[in-house]
């Protein structure tokens, strides 16, 4: 069974969830209880496939602390579409380095890696900073 997972925002504010299941839409103002009642939003937020360490999912455009490498020290990272690879990276906030999710389907990051922080939409200097378009 084939899963996709979104956010869905009005401007700064998320509304809900939408999780469409072989084709089939279910909408959730909370991800907790699910209906077939669409919700009005602007905006698609699409998950990454990853949940941090509280076991929340993650979206574009969301901030998470992270290490890039084992025993270093946390850094904050930003998830985004890499077109021309055609896969999600984690680009750090400071290095602007962009690290792979996976590797030959190996996961480089674990659940226990990984810490929602904050949100790129709230944070439109980033966003200009980096050129990045909803």
């Known amino acids: 069974m084939i899963e996709l997972r979104y956010r869905l925002r009005v401007g700064e504010r998320i509304v809900g969830y939408l999780r469409r299941i072989e084709g089939t839409d279910f909408y959730s103002p909370d991800g907790f209880w ?37 025993d270093s020290a946390e850094e904050l990272g930003v998830f985004l579409w890499n077109k021309g690879q055609k896969r999600w990276v984690l680009r750090s906030v400071e290095s602007e380095v962009d690290y792979h999710l996976e590797l030959n389907g190996y996961a480089l990051f674990q659940s226990a890696d990984l810490l929602v922080y904050s949100h790129v939409f709230l944070n439109p200097e980033l966003q200009r900073s980096w050129g990045l378009e909803e």
């Open 34 to 70: 699910w209906t077939g009642k669409p919700l009005e939003y602007e905006h698609v937020d699409e998950a990454v496939g990853l949940r941090d360490r509280h076991r929340t999912h993650l979206y574009e455009w969301d901030i998470v602390k992270f290490k890039p490498v084992p």
